[in-house]
């Protein structure tokens, strides 16, 4: 958004990026080079994906105003697909130097964007007002791309506890978008014409994850055997129910992304309990409890525990299923004494590389030399066709040593007033280039 | 009268301390790491030490507690680990909602209660008794969610004569404040009205079969007064402990109601504290609910003392 071009080296070892002119933050203050360099300092500092790319940065610079050039020990081909997400925003020097690793307070809450902060009320409403300063780009909006217009005098993120109330006020006209809505109002959502319901593709996929630190599933074969044991889309349609909300398939990223993969997946939902029993045994199966950590705070991690439970009795092992609340599995999780089975859900609209369980210090415990070699091929590639390749060999990676068992995707549910126009169907909402009829 | 409440007041201290270290204990003795909360899924094992480190987590247990008393003690309560502003100001904040909540709550239990319980009463047996009474046991059996949920439903979504939930502070006026508050005080109000009259119906069958009732309405008093001003008045007392009970309970946050209502009081307050493991924001919310209760109490231990000597006496 803020830059009017750059240039990447063709081994993806340094860019050189020329900022847009004229742009001022919400303060009045003019941007400059100097901004972009601290702003992205702290982002290398906070965020996962800034510190994937400090990590390999040799150095960052501000050679004039309106430049800034980064220098990398090894190729960053994925810098500009990081770059273009939210989080790498840009404050002014002087407020992302005095916040460092802090959060940031709302007197600091100075971007660039079409809408300025105004007002956060816990619990109430968060107030956003036009940016009337703002200069939108030329090119024709795509996506989150090109121009971008602050239509709407303003914008209330109102936090509604209880997600019945929350489809009842978008179908009464009290609010005008909903994020998210209970499935169980997808009929009478998508049959009211003064509302559209919208379903949010790609989303997010759910996954059992192996304790790969210790204990039973450190063997890879009983792991392998848990995937055989049970069928993927029957515990996805046990957890979720409704069929235009999921979609069974083995990818980290949904097939509308750039990073769609089923290499190596032919595995996926094709349960054979015999061949599971005979891995059980190669593996040396016991009888041993396996301790699967799960929640009723998220009714779906309870459904797809439970149906997985079954399955995995009828070959013959012995499931207990440890309840708690989410604050306590989440704290159960990080003791790889505790459990040999959690489940959580992952983005797959977010690059591969940056999956949390991609960490070896993330529940679960994936250490793989393998892993690190193909992450660093998915960050390194300056092309589609290397970045493609190191896709395909995570995949394959994941299904040979199986970390965790993907079931399958689920899309959430929204709803938009026909009153409102020009809103786009994005993973990440967002109210620009949007008016009020 | 005086030495009275003097007694009452000291007596609240152990009953104070009790519930401050009760609840220190409890929070202490539940699992969940509220580092691993607030850093989020992602986060390593290494930063969530250093948060533990800094916000006095892995301090021994004793220390911990003497620190938060002392604290507590001053009136101050700590600050929330995810709110960024102190406990006392944040439930300075959530104060507002709750107080109106409850005055209109416990107005529509004692418009509605008091006169049904006393009618039922005087008109023991009859179909009116039988009628009242069933509409009550129905109203203290209704789950609040799903009352709230279907007025929501009728009032909100099909007459849109009010707001499906929120809440507007009174500084935008008093109309549009009472037009977000009119709903859950009903949807609390009614099972709090059903309780009150059944209570007020027996205190009533008792008072009106007893001596000076009868002599009442043999020396000619009319039939008003007779329930009203002799029957009903020395009904008052247990009432009045019913409904100093309802406020205590309600002050101390309707949970449900605000989080079906998206009302910001300090039942929503306390159950978000509790699932984000808030431990300052815990402790404090509770010990101020057990501040209200003990309160609530002794002022209606005050007022029944003032209205009947032999309790001041005793």
């Known amino acids: ?437 | 009268m005086t030495s009275y409440v003097l007694r009452r007041l000291l007596a609240t201290i152990p009953v104070m301390l009790m519930v401050a270290t009760g609840v220190f204990l409890l929070l202490k003795l539940t699992p969940g790491d509220p580092a691993g909360i607030i850093l989020g899924p992602d986060a390593t094992e290494e930063r969530r030490e250093e948060l533990r480190d800094s916000l006095g987590l892995n301090d021994p247990l004793p220390e911990q507690y003497l620190r938060w008393l002392g604290d507590a003690a001053r009136g101050d309560l700590g600050d929330s680990l995810f709110l960024n502003q102190s406990v006392t100001s944040s439930l300075a904040e959530r104060a507002e909602p709750t107080l109106l909540l409850t005055f209109f709550a416990t107005l529509v239990a004692v418009v509605v209660g008091l006169p049904l319980g006393i009618i039922a009463a005087r008109r023991r047996g009859s179909w009116t008794d039988v009628g009242t009474m069933g509409v009550a046991i129905v109203g203290i059996s209704m789950p609040t969610f799903w009352l709230g949920l279907n007025l929501i439903l009728i009032f909100a979504v099909k007459l849109k004569w009010l707001p499906v939930a929120g809440y507007a502070p009174l500084s935008d006026g008093l109309w549009e404040s009472l037009r977000y508050i009119i709903l859950p005080a009903l949807t609390l109000g009614v099972a709090q009205a059903a309780l009150l009259a059944r209570m007020t119906r027996s205190m009533m069958l008792e008072v009106l079969t007893s001596d000076y009732v009868r002599t009442a309405r043999a020396k000619g008093v009319g039939e008003f007064r007779v329930v009203i001003g002799h029957a009903f008045r020395n009904a008052l007392l247990p009432v009045i402990n019913v409904i100093g009970l309802i406020v205590a309970a309600l002050l101390g946050g309707a949970v449900v109601t605000e989080q079906i209502f998206n009302i910001p009081g300090i039942g929503r307050l306390l159950i978000q504290a509790v699932g984000r493991r808030d431990v300052p924001l815990v402790q404090g919310t509770v010990l101020v609910i057990a501040a209200i209760y003990v309160l609530v109490n002794l002022v209606v231990d005050i007022v029944a003392a003032a209205l009947d000597p032999r309790i001041r006496r005793a």
Request: net charge negative; charged share 25%; aromatic share 12%.
């Open chain 1, 1 to 437: 958004m803020l830059i009017e071009d750059y240039e990447a080296a063709a081994d993806g070892l340094s860019y050189t990026f020329k900022l847009r002119s004229g742009i001022t933050f919400h303060d009045g203050a003019k941007m400059t080079s100097a901004d972009v360099v601290a702003s992205l300092k702290r982002w290398g500092a906070i965020n996962g994906r800034g510190k994937l790319i400090f990590e390999r940065l040799d150095a960052i610079d501000a050679p004039d105003a309106s430049t800034v050039t980064m220098t990398f020990k090894g190729a960053a081909g994925v810098l500009p697909s990081f770059l273009a997400r939210t989080e790498a925003f840009i404050l002014p020097a002087a407020v992302a130097e005095a916040a460092g690793k802090d959060q940031l307070t709302p007197e600091q809450f100075i971007g660039t964007g079409p809408f300025t902060f105004e007002e956060h009320q816990v619990d109430r409403y968060l107030r956003m007002v036009r940016n009337d300063a703002y200069a939108p780009r030329d090119e024709e909006p795509n996506g989150m791309a090109g121009r971008r217009v602050p239509y709407l005098d303003a914008i209330e993120f109102i936090p509604v506890p209880d997600e019945s109330v929350r489809a009842n006020g978008i179908i009464s006209g009290e609010y005008h978008f909903g994020d998210p809505l209970p499935p169980d109002f997808y009929d009478m959502l998508s049959s009211d014409p003064s509302l559209s319901a919208l379903v949010v593709k790609p989303y997010y996929w759910y996954s059992p994850h192996f304790n790969k630190s210790q204990g039973l599933f450190t063997n890879q074969s009983l792991r392998q055997a848990v995937q055989l044991a049970f069928s993927q889309s029957e515990a996805l349609r046990a957890g979720f129910g409704r069929e235009e909300l999921i979609r069974a398939d083995p990818s980290v990223c949904g097939e509308e992304t750039a990073w769609y993969s089923n290499a190596g997946a032919e595995a996926y939902d094709t349960p054979d309990p015999e061949r599971a029993k005979a891995l059980l045994a190669e593996g040396g199966y016991n009888g041993e409890t396996i301790r699967w950590l799960t929640t009723h705070e998220y009714a779906y991690n309870f459904k797809i525990a439970d149906y997985v439970k079954q399955q995995l009795e009828a070959i013959g092992m012995k499931v207990e299923l440890v309840l708690s609340d989410w604050a306590s599995l989440v704290q159960n999780r990080a003791d790889p004494t505790a459990y040999e089975i959690f489940l959580t859900g992952h983005s797959q609209y977010s690059h591969p590389a940056t999956q949390p369980f991609n960490d070896p210090a993330w529940p679960g415990f994936w250490e793989s030399e393998r892993k690190v070699d193909v992450v660093n091929q998915m960050i390194s590639a300056t092309d589609d066709d290397a970045l493609k390749g190191a896709i395909d060999a995570y995949s394959e990676l994941i299904w040979e040593e199986m970390p965790m068992v993907k079931v399958g995707d689920n899309f959430v549910l929204r709803a938009i007033r026909q009153e409102v126009k020009g809103y786009q169907n994005a993973p990440d909402w967002f109210f620009w280039n949007v008016g009020l009829d």
